[in-house]
C-alpha cells in the first residue's frame, strides 16, 4: 500500500525497474509524518516479489511473497536504530556487509533498507560508504532519510537521490477525510504542518484541544477580555516548544492568507490577526525568532509568557 501522494514517484521507480536501470543505491528524502516508511516497506516487498503486478505492486501470492508476510524472508534486511537508541552504530551495518555476502534465496534480488539514515553515526557511515563505493550485484540499497543534509555528502553522491514530495493540502484533505478523526481535518492539517499522517496522531492526543483553547485565551488576553496573569498562570506549565510551534503555525497561516496563497480558517485569534497588516505579521515573525533560544532558556515560565504577549499587544500600538 503506498499513499496518493507517492504515486508519481513509485511510478518513476518502477519505469526505471522495466528499464532495467534501477540504480543499486537510493536515497529518499522527506518530512517525517507523511507515511514515507510506507512507500519504502512497498518498494522492498515488489523488488523482492517474483510476480509484481502491472502497477509494480507485490503480488502477495507467489513464494516470495508468502515468506515476506511470514517475516521471514532471508533476502532482505532493515537496519534502524534500536528501541533506546538515536544512533545506528557500526555493528548493524557489519550486518550488513553480511548479510551481502549470503547467497540470493527466494527472490530476483537482495534489498536492504536502511531508515531514518541520519542516524548511522560516523563509523556506521564510513562503513556504508565502502559497500556504496563497490556495488554488491543484484543488490538494492533503500535509504531513507528525513534530514538528509546530516548524511556524508559523500553518501548523498553516491546514491541517486529522490525527495519524496509534501502532499498537496487538496490531496491531504482527501485523505483525512476517509479517516475516522474527532477534529476538523483542516485544523488537523494545518497544526501538523501539512503532514497527514501526523495530522492523524494529533488528533488521538490532547493537542488540537489545547491549541484551540490557547488560542481563545490569548485572543481574549489581546483584545482585553482576559486576564494576563490568568493566561500565564495556565500556559506556564506547558511545552514552551509546543506553545512557539502554535504560534508559528498560525502566523506562518495568516501571513499565506495576506499574500493570497491560502485561505482564511475559522480559529479563535482570525479577527486580532486579521487586522493585522503583512508588515505587523513579519514583525511578529521577528519576535517568533527572539524567542526560539528561550524555550530552553532557565527563565521563569511566566516572564516567557508575558514576554510572548507583551511581543504582540506592542506590535499594534
Ligand atoms: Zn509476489
Given amino acids: 500500500m503506498i499513499y496518493p501522494w507517492h504515486e508519481s514517484t513509485w511510478q518513476l521507480v518502477q519505469h526505471a525497474k522495466l528499464a532495467e536501470r534501477l540504480p543499486h543505491a537510493l536515497l529518499f528524502s522527506g518530512e517525517d509524518g507523511c507515511g514515507h516508511e510506507a512507500f519504502i516497506e512497498a518498494l522492498r516487498h515488489s523488488l523482492l516479489c517474483l510476480n509484481p503486478t502491472h502497477e509494480g505492486f507485490a503480488c502477495g501470492h507467489c513464494r516470495s511473497c508468502e515468506v515476506y508476510q511470514a517475516g521471514a524472508h532471508p533476502d532482505q ?7 533506546d537508541k538515536t ?6 551495518v557489519r550486518e550488513l556487509g553480511h548479510f551481502l555476502t549470503l547467497s540470493i534465496s527466494y527472490s530476483p534480488v537482495r534489498v ?6 541520519e542516524y548511522l553515526n560516523t563509523n556506521a557511515a564510513n562503513s556504508l560508504l565502502k559497500m556504496l563505493e563497490e556495488p554488491t550485484p543484484n543488490t538494492h540499497l533503500l535509504l531513507l532519510s528525513y534530514q538528509p543534509g546530516r548524511l556524508l555528502p559523500t553518501i548523498r553522491s553516491r546514491c541517486q537521490q529522490l525527495r519524496l514530495a ?23 492539517l494545518s497544526q501538523a504542518l501539512g503532514r497527514p499522517l501526523y495530522a492523524v496522531t494529533l488528533d488521538q492526543g490532547e493537542q488540537v484541544t489545547q491549541q484551540q483553547a490557547f488560542m481563545t485565551q490569548l485572543a481574549q488576553v489581546l483584545m ?4 494576563l496573569i490568568a493566561f500565564a498562570q495556565t500556559w506556564q506549565k506547558y511545552s514552551r516548544h509546543e506553545l512557539l510551534n502554535w504560534l508559528y503555525i498560525i502566523l506562518q497561516q495568516q501571513l499565506k492568507v495576506t499574500y493570497g496563497l491560502g485561505e482564511q480558517s475559522n480559529h479563535p485569534l482570525q479577527v486580532w490577526l486579521s487586522s493585522c497588516s503583512s508588515g505587523q505579521l513579519w514583525k511578529l515573525m521577528q519576535h517568533w ?12 515560565n511566566q516572564i516567557f509568557i508575558e514576554t510572548i504577549i507583551a511581543q504582540w499587544q506592542l506590535i499594534k500600538s
Avoid: Y
Fill in 166 to 188: 509534501l502532499p498537496s493540502t487538496e490531496q491531504a484533505i482527501i485523505w483525512l477525510k476517509t479517516q475516522t478523526l474527532q477534529h476538523e481535518p483542516e485544523v488537523l
Fill in 87 to 92: 544512533t545506528i552504530s557500526v555493528d548493524s
Fill in 77 to 83: 534486511l532493515w537496519i534502524k536504530p534500536a528501541e
Fill in 112 to 117: 536492504a533498507v536502511i531508515s531514518p539514515a
Fill in 224 to 227: 482585553r477580555q482576559g486576564s
Fill in 289 to 300: 525568532e527572539t524567542l526560539k533560544p528561550l524555550a530552553d532558556h532557565p527563565i521563569n
